[in-house]
């Protein structure tokens, strides 16, 4: 069971706004029991569902970090996977989710047999969403061609630059302030997004 460090972000008309930090330690797939303060899925562990769910109750720019013990079931060979059924809730405020590596961590929809096509993330929030260091996998959704699911102004870092330089080489055919589609969505890329030196796209 945990939360919560506070710690400040600027609000629209510069008021400080206190977002929590909510530590994910374990591969379960529990709703949150409890209030929005304290990521709790009632059995004393914070789970990804359960510290979303916080997480859009709670007012303000919060962050879900990770930090699950290798003795962990959903643990193996070096990686941590969380499967999740149903749908996690969709993300309707904004939050920073920053993952130990995408090599390390892969959040996917269960494959069993009979699981409902979801998205492994749905953002509905026209706040910012950050996701980094965190693989997505078997998500889909039927009959959808993205339309509607992602608000314009929403961003997602692709590369957390935690150096003092900037991004040295650009993606192929992915110049600063280029545009591209995918699945009926438009981004922005910029690559001194973020605090100035990241990989930020933004949907249009």
Same mark, same amino acid.
């Given at each position: 069971?945990?939360?919560?460090?506070?710690?400040?972000?600027?609000?629209?008309?510069?008021?400080? #706004?206190?977002?929590?930090?909510?530590?994910?330690? @374990?591969?379960?797939?529990? &709703?949150?029991?409890? !209030?929005?303060?304290?990521?709790?899925?009632?059995?004393?562990?914070?789970?990804?569902?359960?510290?979303?769910?916080?997480?859009?109750?709670? !007012?303000?720019? &919060?962050?879900?970090?990770?930090?699950?013990?290798?003795?962990?079931? +959903?643990?193996?060979?070096?990686?941590?996977?969380?499967?999740?059924? !149903?749908?996690?809730?969709?993300?309707?405020?904004?939050?920073?989710?920053?993952?130990?590596?995408?090599?390390?961590?892969?959040?996917?929809?269960?494959?069993? &047999?009979?699981? !409902?096509? %979801?998205?492994? %993330?749905?953002?509905?929030?026209?706040?910012? #969403?950050?996701?980094?260091?965190?693989?997505?996998?078997?998500?889909?959704? @039927?009959?959808?061609?993205?339309? +509607?699911?992602?608000?314009?102004?929403?961003?997602?870092?692709?590369?957390?630059?935690?150096?003092? @330089?900037?991004?040295?080489?650009?993606? @192929?055919?992915?110049?600063?302030?280029?545009?591209?589609?995918?699945?009926?969505?438009? %981004?922005?890329?910029?690559?001194?997004?973020?605090?100035?030196?990241?990989?930020?796209?933004?949907?249009?």
């Amino acid at each position: 069971m945990l939360c919560a460090a506070a710690f400040a972000v600027c609000g629209t008309h510069g008021t400080a #706004v206190a977002g929590l930090a909510y530590v994910v330690d @374990s591969t379960g797939d529990g &709703d949150l029991v409890g !209030p929005s303060t304290i990521c709790d899925d009632g059995t004393g562990h914070c789970t990804l569902r359960a510290a979303i769910e916080a997480s859009n109750l709670h !007012p303000g720019t &919060d962050g879900i970090f990770f930090d699950i013990s290798t003795t962990d079931p +959903g643990y193996s060979h070096g990686t941590w996977t969380i499967i999740n059924l !149903p749908a996690l809730a969709n993300i309707s405020d904004s939050v920073n989710i920053s993952g130990p590596g995408a090599d390390k961590l892969t959040v996917q929809r269960s494959t069993a &047999d009979g699981t !409902p096509d %979801f998205r492994v %993330f749905n953002v509905t929030t026209s706040g910012t #969403v950050n996701l980094s260091d965190v693989t997505k996998a078997s998500g889909t959704a @039927s009959n959808d061609t993205g339309s +509607g699911t992602l608000t314009a102004g929403t961003a997602f870092t692709v590369i957390n630059n935690t150096s003092a @330089s900037l991004i040295s080489g650009r993606f @192929s055919n992915l110049a600063n302030d280029a545009t591209f589609i995918s699945n009926g969505t438009t %981004f922005k890329a910029k690559y001194k997004g973020g605090d100035g030196n990241d990989l930020i796209l933004t949907v249009q």
